[in-house]
């Protein structure tokens, strides 16, 4: 699930372990331009690492992984 909802990085309420991925945007610009911005990183990402199981939290200049 790709989401701007931030009560979704909240591991204590949303193992990640539970989900098949939680991919958390964070973003203070919520136009469509801002989020492909952020996102276009990932895509690569995603040819090496699965999101299944695990909690992404991508910002503009890094994405954080947690199992």
Do not use: N
Not at 24 to 47: C, G, H, K, M, Y
């Amino acid at each position: 699930m790709i989401t701007m909802d931030l009560d979704f990085a909240d591991i204590r309420a949303f193992p990640p372990r539970r989900y098949p991925g939680l991919l958390v945007i964070r973003r203070v610009r919520q136009d469509p331009d801002s989020i492909l911005s952020v996102f276009a990183p990932v895509v690569p990402l995603l040819e090496t690492e699965s999101p299944e199981g695990r909690l992404w939290i991508i910002e503009r200049d890094k994405v954080r992984i947690h199992e």
